[in-house]
T-cell receptor, first 110, second 113 residues
Framework: DAKTTQPNSMESNEEEPVHLPCNHS???????IHWYRQLPSQGPEYVIH???SNVNNRMASLAIAEDRKSSTLILHRATLRDAAVYYC???????????FGKGITLSVRP | KAGVTQTPRYLIKTRGQQVTLSCSPI?????VSWYQQTPGQGLQFLFE???????NKGNFPGRFSGRQFSNSRSEMNVSTLELGDSALYLC????????????FGQGTRLTVV
């Protein structure tokens, strides 16, 4: 499985934008970039995914580098409820398997 | 639309016993995957089932097994429980392809004493 690299942690202020980076230099052409987050005492929750183009949804935006070797999850206005572990995952072809790394722990200051 | 339902939510078992956990996927989803989460190892993939067939298996001993029924509901079984099997077991359902999201249940917290 292609691997991703994320910083261990990041801090943000409430109501400010947050940019969470992810490196995936060994990504293949059929790998989709997925982001999930896990709040304390809950199962992981889907955030967003994309293949080549930037993507937006109600939760976040995903900016994908032109060479696809990195991506950035953007939370436009962080809230206290966004404090969680965020996982960047590559998901391949017809394989539903998700390979979780350690993720990045986001702390949000009031 | 009902989410992924896992039962039971909490379970305490004794070392050496066996346990069966249940997962009901979202209606219409045919793929069910299981994950183990521990503080030391994080989230690890156990196995995936699609249309009653195991399609993918993680690096776990044979004591961990699963199955999927014709209605897509899935069970996983752990035999001869060890203390190290204490973990949060998560089930996720999704359509088959990678271009879709996976929906996770709340998990079953298993404690082995």
């Amino acid at each position: 499985d292609a691997k991703t690299t994320q910083p261990n942690s990041m801090e943000s202020n409430e109501e400010e934008p947050v940019h969470l980076p992810c490196n995936h230099s060994t990504i293949s052409g059929t790998d989709y970039i997925h982001w999930y987050r896990q709040l304390p005492s809950q199962g992981p929750e889907y955030v967003i995914h994309g293949l080549t183009s930037n993507v937006n949804n109600r939760m976040a935006s995903l900016a994908i580098a032109e060479d696809r070797k990195s991506s950035t999850l953007i939370l436009h206005r962080a809230t206290l409820r966004d404090a969680a572990v965020y996982y960047c995952i590559l998901r391949t072809g017809a394989n539903s398997k998700l390979t979780f790394g350690k993720g990045i722990t986001l702390s949000v200051r009031p | 639309k009902a989410g992924v339902t896992q039962t039971p939510r909490y379970l305490i078992k004794t070392r050496g016993q066996q346990v069966t956990l249940s997962c009901s996927p979202i209606s219409g989803h045919r793929s069910v995957s299981w994950y183990q989460q521990t503080p030391g190892q994080g989230l690890q993939f156990l196995f995936e089932y699609f249309s009653e067939t195991q399609r993918n298996k993680g690096n776990f001993p044979g004591r961990f097994s699963g199955r999927q029924f014709s209605n897509s509901r899935s069970e996983m079984n752990v035999s001869t429980l060890e203390l190290g099997d204490s973990a949060l077991y998560l089930c996720a359902s999704s359509p088959r392809t990678a271009d879709t999201e996976a929906f996770f249940g709340q998990g079953t917290r298993l404690t082995v004493v």
